[in-house]
């Protein structure tokens, strides 16, 4: 079959600025990206591409003609010349590519994020929320062309260094992504000579959640693929889930429905109404002098807990009211200290596990809905998508002895046991010891935010 050589002009905007170009109507996106690259002075590789003729990113190596590209299209590029400079991650392994027991190694497929100073805070944060599926399948397939009415400019260029994090082993230099941040948080982006002023890894992740809850409502995402419709089902699962449950409703917010959980508070026994509630995106967990283990304390805070109430001794009771697909797990430990003024850490061990069940930490409510979600018709076997358990999939580390000094790193899992450790630039494979070793107790680094994914999410 001969090629179609025809020529189609398009419509490329790239910062709101327009630029006219002539690709043929055969080509790949990525003849888009070799087009508009003089006009906007990045390279081709680090743009990312949007289409009002479909919905998420477009992969460069697809033809034009699947996302219905033809003459005067309008297109939108995202992309910096700090991304444009996509090297191959420094990918540590043996050299002959055997494991300890001379068997084939399996590749380490992970991409960096480069530190352009002081800024490995931001990095780790970016590299543990690129490990949650189905919100990195929401900004790399499922926003819209479209303007969003929240930090539009921050969301695409969190979608281009996906698209870079995505890719096989390459580096991603944040710099476009901490400006545009810095634009809507001045007082953790501060630049200083020779990079940035340290901050905290999880409060920026934090507020960085912050932001995505307002841009991504559910009521704005699309589905043109596959992977789209996975996720979009799921989020609606999700919903009708809360939703059945009493007091419940659906959640706007993509952010809300992935990480947001509800914890209820009862006084001295469970009644028929909490006393209170609370949503939160991350269940902090103290050091206390008893417990030395994340089960342990979730026993002591998720139990009776003394408390007191106008002078007088009570019990509280919590319980999670509903879980998300993504928990993330604070392990506080940086305290403020008053004679330094500033938090220092607690590195004592405390250890966490690889998989933790929380359906004991259930309200009763909860649990029906799990178990009811348990039981298929017919007599099936159980679905897991009932069940409460959680494996670890991201752990943020921190060596130092402030919260706002020292270097933080990320741990993933890759894929099924293989993890790797995620420091700036360079990415190493790890063993699952390695990750035991986080629990601390000595001066290294020491596990300091924990996300933990549902294992029926099965994206």
Request: charge should be negative; charged fraction near 20%; glycine fraction near 6%.
């Amino acid at each position: 079959m001969s090629k179609d050589n025809t020529s189609i002009t398009l419509q490329v905007y790239f910062n709101g600025s327009p630029h006219t170009i002539t690709v043929n109507a055969d080509d790949n996106v990525s003849a888009v990206c070799t087009a508009v690259s003089p006009f906007v002075g990045v390279n081709p590789d680090a743009l990312c591409v949007f289409s009002e003729t479909w919905v998420g990113a477009l992969s460069h190596s697809s033809p034009l003609k699947c996302f219905r590209i033809h003459d005067n299209t309008r297109l939108y590029c995202f992309g910096s010349n700090g991304v444009a400079a996509v090297m191959r991650a420094e990918v540590n392994e043996t050299t002959d590519g055997l494991d300890e027991k001379g068997l084939l190694k399996e590749e380490v497929v992970a991409s960096g994020v480069e530190n352009i100073g002081n800024t490995c805070f931001f990095g780790a944060a970016l590299q543990c929320l690129f490990r949650c599926t189905v919100l990195r399948t929401v900004l790399l397939y499922m926003l819209p062309a479209r303007s969003l009415e929240h930090c539009d400019l921050f969301v695409r260029a969190l979608t281009s260094s996906f698209h870079i994090l995505d890719k096989k082993q390459t580096t991603v230099n944040p710099k476009e992504l901490l400006t545009l941040f810095g634009t809507l948080h001045p007082s953790l982006i501060r630049p200083q000579l020779g990079g940035y002023t340290m901050q905290d890894a999880q409060e920026t992740l934090s507020q960085i959640l912050n932001d995505l809850s307002l841009a991504l409502p559910v009521s704005s995402l699309g589905v043109m693929n596959t992977a789209g419709h996975l996720a979009k089902d799921y989020l609606e699962l999700r919903n009708a889930m809360l939703s059945s449950l009493e007091n419940g409703r659906a959640e706007n917010s993509v952010v809300d429905c992935l990480f947001n959980m509800k914890i209820e508070y009862h006084t001295d026994e469970i009644g028929l109404r909490p006393d209170s509630t609370d949503s939160k995106y991350f269940l902090s967990i103290n050091l206390t002098d008893k417990c030395y283990s994340l089960l342990d304390q979730l026993d002591k805070e998720m139990g009776e807990e003394e408390i007191t109430i106008n002078g007088e001794q009570h019990k509280r009771i919590s319980r999670f009211s509903f879980l998300p697909p993504y928990l993330f797990i604070v392990i506080n430990r940086f305290l403020w200290e008053e004679q330094a003024q500033r938090r220092l850490k607690i590195n004592r061990r405390f250890t966490f596990p690889f998989t933790i069940d929380l359906y004991r930490y259930c309200s009763a409510g909860l649990q029906a809905s799990l178990d009811s979600l348990a039981t298929e018709p017919e007599g099936k076997p159980a679905s897991t998508i009932g069940s409460a358990d959680y494996s670890l999939v991201s752990v943020i580390a921190h060596h130092g002895l402030s919260a706002d000094s020292g270097h933080y790193i990320t741990f993933s899992r890759i894929k099924d046991n293989l993890w790797a450790k995620l420091n700036d630039a360079n990415v190493t494979e790890v063993t699952a010891d390695d990750i035991e070793a986080l629990a601390g107790g000595s001066p290294t680094f020491v596990a300091y935010v924990l996300l933990y994914e549902y294992t029926a999410i099965g994206l």
